[in-house]
C-alpha cells in the first residue's frame, strides 16, 4: 500500500467514546505515521481544534503512552503503551500459539507467511514470516490494513455471521488502491459467499500492485472466526495458480492452529 499514513483505519474512532474515545484516536494517529511525528503534522489530519489536540498530547504524554523528543518536537508510542501491547499480544492474539505452525509453513512454501485478526473491521497483521527472497510490500506485523482488499481479510469476513459480516462491510473505505481493487459493497458480498463455499480467499493484486496471495481462515470448532493465515509472492515470481499449490500446506496449518485454540480461550470466546 503506497500511502504515507493509513489515517482511513482510525477515522469514525475519535471522540465517539467522549475523552477516552478522543485519546485513543489521538494514538491510533500517532501510531498510523509509522515514524515521529511533529504537532503540526498529527494538526492536519486530527478532527480537533489545535487547543484540544495539544491537550490530549499533554495528558497521553503524562500518562506514559506517548513519548516526546523536545529536541526535535515529535512525538512517538510511549513505553507505557509497549509494555501493553506486549501484553495484547501474548493474552490476546493468536501470535504465541500460531508461532510453530507459521514456521513449519513458512520452510514448506519459501513465501511471505502472514498471520491476521480482525480488528473493527479492519485487519490486524499480528505476526509475518519473510520469503526466502524477501518482496517489499505494506504488510508488517503490527500494521492495520484494509479487509475488503485483502486475503486474510476477505478470508475473515466470509466467515462472520451476516450481522458481523454487514457491520464490518460498513467500514470498509473502499478505496481503489489498484485497478484490481472491488469498491462496491454488493459485489464484495458475491466473492464473499464464493470464498465461504470454497474455503479459501485471494488477493489478485487488490491492495498492491505485484502482489498476491491465498489465504484461509482460523475457525474455531463453532466456526468462529479468530483469525486468518496467507501465502503471499509477487507476480514476477509466479501466477496465482503458481501459489494455489501451497493451499494443502496452507490448510495443515489454519488446522493445526484451530486445534489448539481448543485448549486455549479466546479472550470473549465461550465455545470450543
Given at each position: 500500500m503506497n500511502i504515507q499514513t493509513d489515517t482511513s483505519t482510525v477515522t469514525g474512532r475519535d471522540g465517539s467514546d467522549g475523552t477516552v474515545g478522543k485519546a485513543l484516536g489521538v494514538l491510533d494517529r500517532v501510531a498510523a505515521f509509522g515514524r515521529p511525528v511533529r504537532f503540526t503534522e498529527l494538526l492536519e489530519v486530527s478532527p480537533f481544534p489545535k487547543a484540544t489536540l495539544y491537550r490530549?498530547?499533554?495528558?497521553?504524554?503524562?500518562?506514559?503512552m506517548l513519548g516526546f523528543d523536545p529536541e526535535r518536537g515529535t512525538y512517538v508510542p510511549g513505553l507505557r503503551l509497549?509494555?501493553?501491547?506486549?501484553?495484547?499480544?501474548?493474552?490476546?492474539?493468536?501470535?504465541?500459539?500460531?508461532?510453530?505452525?507459521?514456521?513449519?509453513?513458512?520452510?514448506?512454501?519459501?513465501?511471505?507467511?502472514?498471520?491476521?485478526?480482525?480488528?473493527?473491521?479492519?485487519?490486524?497483521?499480528v505476526d509475518k514470516r519473510n520469503a526466502v527472497r524477501p518482496v517489499p510490500m505494506y504488510s508488517e506485523a503490527g500494521k492495520i490494513g484494509p479487509a475488503y482488499c485483502t486475503g486474510v481479510g476477505k478470508a475473515m469476513l466470509a466467515f462472520l455471521p451476516e450481522a458481523e459480516r454487514e457491520a464490518a462491510l460498513v467500514q470498509q473505505s473502499w478505496h481503489r488502491f489498484t485497478p484490481n481493487t472491488l469498491t462496491d459493497a454488493d459485489a464484495m458480498r458475491a466473492e464473499l459467499d464464493v470464498i465461504r463455499t470454497e474455503g479459501n480467499a485471494f488477493d489478485r493484486e487488490e491492495h498492491e500492485p505485484g502482489i498476491h496471495c491465498i489465504a484461509m481462515p482460523v475457525l474455531s470448532q463453532g466456526g468462529r472466526v479468530l483469525g486468518a493465515v496467507s501465502v503471499t509472492s509477487s507476480t514476477d515470481r509466479g501466477t496465482l495458480e503458481n501459489l494455489k499449490r501451497h493451499l494443502p500446506h496452507l490448510r495443515q496449518a489454519v488446522d493445526r492452529i484451530a486445534g489448539e485454540v481448543r485448549d486455549w480461550r479466546f479472550p470473549d470466546q465461550t465455545e470450543g
Open positions: 490530549l498530547l499533554q495528558t497521553l504524554t503524562k500518562q506514559g509497549v509494555r501493553m501491547a506486549h501484553a495484547a499480544w501474548a493474552q490476546s492474539s493468536l501470535a504465541p500459539i500460531a508461532r510453530s505452525h507459521l514456521d513449519r509453513l513458512s520452510r514448506a512454501v519459501g513465501e511471505t507467511v502472514h498471520l491476521a485478526q480482525l480488528d473493527g473491521g479492519h485487519v490486524l497483521y
